[in-house]
Antibody
Framework: EVQLVESGGGLVQPGGSLRLSCAAS????????MSWVRQAPGKGLEWVSI???????YYADSVKGRFTISRDNSKNILYLQMNSLRVEDTSVYYC???????????WGQGTLVTVSS | DIVMTQSPLSLPVTPGEPASISCRSS???????????LDWYQQKPGQSPQLLIY???NRASGVPDRFSGSGSGTDFTLKINRVEAEDVGVYYC?????????FGQGTKVEMK
């Protein structure tokens, strides 16, 4: 059974850092395209970052230079390192396995990040 | 960036009646492999988004057969054959053919 379990969210002051983790089971993270997507309170979905099977990484302009996506293949975990956090980064952050030619995508339950003084 | 445009943004529905949501992209989502990289997600109140339809027309595992997806290229449609009360929520389309990935604005489905 596929599962994605996010952790690491919480309350942080502006300018602070957090590292989100996404523990995967039921599939191998390094064989899929994996993304982080966020949703501010009462708002729609915003794509944040992606890591391809070959390890290439891409970011939304709003987080470029501040966030870093990575994975630990031995632990089957996806990460999002978030630095220089801003109030506008406050959102629920979802870890997502992308749809590919073989099967549909899958999302975790999300972890809340609140940036406030 | 590919712009995804959904309509309508609000959809009052009657139980037992059909409903449909349109999603249009600013560029073709048809890959050279023949797949359209368009997903539909349902987000019920207080829950994370759940995949309904992937690659334009493939129903995800466990999704009731009253949900169907169609379309190709730049025009896509999500149809609910006979709406049930549990279908209330916000529906999003998402393109996965190009980075950055982009979403539609969301369509809020609610009971009349």
């Amino acid at each position: 059974e596929v599962q994605l379990v996010e952790s690491g969210g919480g309350l942080v002051q502006p300018g602070g850092s957090l590292r989100l983790s996404c523990a995967a089971s039921g599939f191998i993270v390094s064989t899929k395209y994996m993304s982080w997507v966020r949703q501010a309170p009462g708002k729609g979905l915003e794509w944040v970052s992606i890591i391809y099977r070959d390890g290439s990484t891409y970011y939304a302009d709003s987080v470029k230079g501040r966030f870093t996506i990575s994975r630990d293949n031995s632990k089957n975990i996806l990460y999002l390192q978030m630095n220089s956090l801003r109030v506008e980064d406050t959102s629920v952050y979802y870890c997502a396995r992308e749809t590919d030619e073989v099967e549909g995508g899958y999302w975790g339950q999300g972890t809340l990040v609140t940036v406030s003084s | 960036d590919i712009v995804m445009t959904q309509s309508p943004l609000s959809l009052p529905v009657t139980p037992g009646e059909p409903a449909s949501i349109s999603c249009r992209s600013s560029r073709s989502l048809l890959h050279r492999n023949g797949n359209n990289y368009l997903d539909w997600y349902q987000q019920k109140p207080g829950q994370s988004p759940q995949l309904l339809i992937y690659l334009g027309s493939n129903r995800a595992s466990g999704v009731p057969d009253r949900f169907s997806g169609s379309g190709s290229g730049t025009d896509f449609t999500l149809k609910i054959n006979r709406v049930e009360a549990e279908d209330v929520g916000v529906y999003y389309c998402m393109q996965a053919i190009q980075t950055p990935r982009t979403f539609g604005q969301g369509t809020k489905v609610e009971m009349k």
